[in-house]
């Protein structure tokens, strides 16, 4: 089975503008997570969905929004990019409904705001 | 809230050494406990995880046991390789949906 696929791998971007990140989960999982990764601040979580629906979100502002297509396919954006969002943004499957179950981790989107 | 508090870094070990990360947690109801570990421009790997009490997760050589009495999942592999060498994330799954993870140990093991 092939693994959760994030693109692009890599992105450049300046301040103000904005990005959408895509994320594709393993075949069957249904649960799709999107967390950040930063030196300072480590893994944080942003959001997950569940068959289109969000069910959790993370602490962080508006800018940072996510949605999950009927494939389960999901895409994230921030809009008005700060240098702050120059991070790791890692995408998690899971197979199951349940909070708690096993998330398994894609290869991340490195981001970076010039 | 749930939170996870994981040994600091870094570590460095010889080959054959043994290694053990403490990992504690703070969680109401029954949480699952995952190891996961990230190699270098890399995303994040499951290496083991417990879903209740007393459950032990192993893997690769490395296990970790779920005690709620102490709320640890400690890691531990009692002979480390130089393809060890990683950064190790301790991390708790409740009914939130989402995993909440402690701040990573990098171990670098020396030929």
């Known amino acids: 089975k092939a693994g959760v696929t994030q693109t692009p791998r890599y992105l450049i971007k300046t301040r103000g503008q904005q990005v959408t990140l895509s994320c594709s989960p393993i075949?069957?999982?249904?649960?799709v997570s999107w967390y950040q990764q930063t030196p300072g601040q480590g893994l944080q979580f942003l959001f997950e969905?569940?068959?289109?629906?969000?069910?959790n979100k993370g602490n962080f502002p508006g800018r940072f929004s996510g949605r999950q297509f009927s494939n389960s396919r999901s895409e994230m954006n921030v809009s008005t990019l700060e240098l702050g969002d120059s991070a790791l943004y890692l995408c998690?499957?899971?197979?199951?409904?349940?909070?708690?179950?096993?998330?398994?981790f894609g290869p991340g989107t490195r981001l970076t705001v010039l | 809230g749930n939170s996870v508090t994981q040994m600091e870094g870094p570590v460095t070990l010889s080959e054959e050494a043994f290694l053990t990360i403490n990992c504690t947690y703070t969680?109401?109801?029954?949480?699952?406990l995952f190891w996961y570990v990230q190699y270098p421009g890399e995303g994040l790997q499951l290496l083991l995880k417990?879903?209740?009490?007393?459950d032990k997760g192993s893997n690769k050589g490395f296990e970790a046991t779920y005690r709620k009495e102490t709320t640890s999942f400690h890691l531990e592999k009692g002979s480390v390789q130089v393809s060890d060498s990683a950064v190790y994330f301790c991390?708790?799954?409740?009914?939130?949906?989402?995993?909440?993870f402690g701040a990573g140990t990098t171990v670098t093991v020396r030929a």
């Open positions: 075949s069957g999982h249904r649960s």
């Open positions: 417990a879903t209740k009490a007393d």
């Open positions: 969905y569940f068959s289109e629906t969000q069910r």
């Open positions: 991390a708790l799954g409740s009914n939130d949906y989402k995993l909440s």
């Open positions: 969680a109401t109801g029954y949480p699952s």
């Open positions: 998690a499957s899971g197979p199951l409904a349940g909070g708690g179950d096993t998330q398994y």
